[in-house]
């Protein structure tokens, strides 16, 4: 089993740039939502591989249609390569599983906000390298929201409670 620790990065310069993370997605167009949600709002991606679908150049161009040239896109070979070359900040993991509702949850300028897989979520060993696990408050018999739309919601919030937005136009 991999320790909690695993994925923290021993980096000391700061990168004040906060960042989405997928982990190995599952569905091509959730990529493209994403890399258009990073782009719009200037937020760097990491994608976390294998990725459920094929995935090349031409590919990711398609699903973020005129989007890709105004994203940062950082792909990871694996869930090892990203925990080795992430820069410092905390990891956020947004899980139906979370502890933490994110109306009480507080966000950093650094906070990496990572998605798991569409169909299965995150690992144990992923769950538990997380520093704060966020969930989204549904109402009683609904399970989750589409990974893109949440991505959103928290990104959103996170932004907000950062200054974030100042940046844009």
Not at 4 to 32: S, W
Not at 99 to 111: G, I, K, N, S
Request: glycine content about 6%; some cysteine; hydrophobic content about 45%.
């Amino acid at each position: 089993m991999t320790p909690a620790n695993f994925c923290v990065n021993k980096q000391t310069e700061q990168d004040e740039f906060m960042r989405l993370a997928l982990f190995e997605p599952d569905i091509p167009q959730n990529l493209g939502a994403f890399i258009r949600l990073s782009a719009g709002l200037g937020v760097p991606l990491d994608v976390i591989e294998p990725c459920g679908f094929p995935v090349d150049d031409k590919r990711i161009r398609r699903a973020a249609m005129d989007y890709y040239d105004l994203a940062t896109l950082v792909r990871h070979a694996s869930w090892a390569a990203f925990c080795r070359d992430r820069p410092p900040g905390r990891l956020v993991l947004l899980t139906t599983a979370g502890a933490e509702r994110l109306p009480d949850a507080v966000f950093r300028p650094d906070d990496i906000l990572l998605m798991g897989r569409e169909s299965a979520g995150v690992p144990p060993e992923v769950h538990e390298s997380a520093d704060l696990r966020v969930r989204i408050p549904l109402q009683a018999g609904a399970r989750s929201l589409n990974v893109a739309l949440a991505a959103a919601m928290v990104l959103s919030e996170a932004l907000r409670q950062t200054s974030g937005f100042e940046k844009l136009a």
